[in-house]
């Protein structure tokens, strides 16, 4: 199936075309308006760098919000539960021991006790972030949150036992 180009021409299968007279004419025109129209922007060239912009937005937003965020397992999700209950607790607790409270050195007491707890809670956090799976850890947590609401309640009750003897007592001397 190869064929010699050469062939072709000499079978005159191809009718050879005459070029019109006023052809490069013609070329020469149409040549400047191509050079013309190129330099004419088209009204809707700021559109296209708007909508390519807005295309790359949306690419790179998709991206982070589907690669870089990492899921959390249902141990996860079922610890940040229990650490939320613990904490509602916790400040349930020390809003009801200060309405009960009458002395502001006691308050102030606790409220350090509860500091020193609460920085030792931020330590362990950051060392259950570092390692997630440790038991230990998430003990120590668990451990702490406890004793925090522990300490809460008691001196809450001690409260109130004090406000009961003094209520009994004032009824005794009257």
Known sequence: MEHDIRDLFKNKEYPIKKIPKEHRKDFITKLNGVKNSKNKKSP?????????ILLILFCGYFYQNTY???????FEIQFEGIENEYLININKEWNSFIEVANDTIL???YK???KDSNTDYKKITTQLKELPNNINVLESLIDNLQRRL???KD???HINELNQKKTSNETIYI
């Not at 809707?44 to 390519?52: D, G, N, P």
């Open 44 to 52: 809707y060239y700021f559109l296209k760098i708007a909508a390519s």
């Open 150 to 152: 522990q300490l809460i």
């Open 107 to 109: 308050i102030r007491k």
């Open 155 to 157: 001196i809450k009750e």
């Open 112 to 114: 350090e006790k509860l």
């Open 68 to 74: 870089s965020k990492p899921t959390k397992t249902a």
